[in-house]
């Protein structure tokens, strides 16, 4: 009985590490990712260079 206590201890204790583990990558994986894309080009600028939109249509005032 003691033995099989001392077993299901050391799996239970063996699971919560596995858990935590698995938690702290997805944790690194989620920063890393927003620094990630924080830090990289966009590809699109979002002010008025005209690099993704075509004026030739417009006439100006």
């Known amino acids: ?3 099989t206590y ?3 201890l050391y799996f239970c204790t ?3 590490t596995i858990i935590i583990v ?3 990558a997805a944790a ?3 920063v890393g990712r927003m620094m990630y894309r924080s830090l990289t ?4 600028c979002g002010s008025n260079c005209k690099c993704g939109v075509d004026f030739s249509n417009i ?3």
């Open 59 to 61: 006439k100006p005032e």
């Open 1 to 3: 009985m003691l033995f």
């Open 22 to 24: 698995i938690l702290f």
């Open 14 to 16: 063996m699971v919560q």
């Open 41 to 44: 080009a966009k590809k699109a």
């Open 28 to 30: 690194l994986f989620y």
């Open 6 to 8: 001392l077993i299901l």
